[in-house]
């Protein structure tokens, strides 16, 4: 079964860092492509970025290029999100996920709470 375990999260000032981690397991990691969704209460899920798995491109969201920056191990089978200069919207449950043609799967999130 694949199983995603996210975190790193936590309470920060706007301005402050931080990186998430996610541990994969039950499927290829190396071959298959990766994202982090965040999804604010109340809100439908957004996306944040993928790590292609084929020839290592990253795609990031408006809101958070130049800030975040996605990276993977594959032979640790983890994924990671730096994120830089955090502001209060980017208040949300962090998940990491596959990308699947027509979805995705995604494991327990991690919270992340921009607040002064």
């Known amino acids: 079964d694949v199983q995603l375990q996210a975190s790193g999260g936590g309470l920060v000032q706007p301005g402050d860092s931080l990186r998430l981690s996610c541990k994969a397991s039950?499927?290829?990691?190396?071959?298959?492509?990766m994202q982090w969704i965040r999804q604010a209460p109340g809100q439908e899920p957004e996306w944040v970025s993928i790590?292609?798995?084929?020839?290592?491109?990253?795609y990031y969201s408006d809101s958070v290029k130049g800030r975040f920056t996605i990276s993977r191990d594959n032979a640790k089978s983890m994924l990671y999100l730096q994120m830089n200069n955090l502001k209060p919207e980017d208040t949300a449950v962090y998940y990491c996920?596959?990308?699947?043609?027509?979805?995705?799967?995604r494991g327990q999130g991690t919270q992340v709470t921009v607040s002064s």
């Open positions: 996920a596959t990308v699947e043609a027509g979805g995705y799967t």
């Open positions: 039950g499927f290829n990691f190396g071959s298959t492509d």
């Open positions: 790590s292609d798995s084929q020839i290592g491109n990253t």
